[in-house]
């Protein structure tokens, strides 16, 4: 242990600087998460609870670290567990490339996503067909579920790598018009 660290960050309060900063950013990131979640609630009323409390929280798992939120929708898969929308941005470790990608540049350090936890592997394919065919969703990625903990009970991930700070909003707004266009409507059907 280095005393004279441990003396210099006591005095200049390194750790709580450091503290306020993580949580003014993860609150941040919360907002947008949160605005995009209202947003594609807003626009399916019918696939979701209106009194539905969604719930925010980040975690560290497999990933450096992830912020998220979820919420139930009124849509059950054949076990009777409510399909869920989990909205989230997930950093990985510096040594990973984001869902292992190599067309993602070094750059890249998370990505912005959604995925229906419960759903359908068949909407998920024809949603990722879709998408692949329409060249409005070019910058759309689909992966694997990788840091859910077993069972892993999403069908896969649909997201946006982020490199600068405009990307976290921007694929955010790109993944809620996906959403809304593309996978809402299969959910309906």
């Not at 790109?174 to 959910?187: N, W």
Request: hydrophobic share 30%; glycine share 6%.
């Amino acid at each position: 242990m280095d005393n004279d660290f441990i003396t210099e960050g006591l005095e200049s309060n390194r750790y709580l600087k450091a503290y306020h900063l993580v949580t003014r950013f993860e609150s941040a990131i919360n907002e947008e998460l949160e605005a995009m979640s209202r947003a594609v609630r807003e626009t399916h009323p019918t696939l979701f609870d209106p009194d539905e409390k969604p719930t925010v929280r980040g975690y560290d798992s497999q990933t450096l670290r992830t912020l998220r939120t979820e919420a139930d929708m009124t849509k059950e898969d054949e076990e009777g567990n409510s399909l869920t929308i989990n909205v989230g941005l997930e950093w990985v470790k510096h040594t990973e490339q984001p869902q292992g990608e190599p067309t993602v540049t070094e750059d890249t350090l998370c990505y912005v996503l959604y995925k229906i936890k419960y759903g359908s592997e068949r909407v998920f394919e024809t949603v990722k067909e879709a998408t692949r065919e329409d060249d409005r969703w070019t910058e759309i990625r689909f992966g694997e579920e990788q840091y859910d903990a077993p069972p892993k009970v999403a069908p896969g991930i649909v997201y946006r790598p982020v490199e600068v700070g405009q990307d976290v909003s921007d694929g955010l707004t790109l993944l809620g018009d996906h959403f809304t266009e593309v996978y809402a409507p299969k959910l309906k059907g």
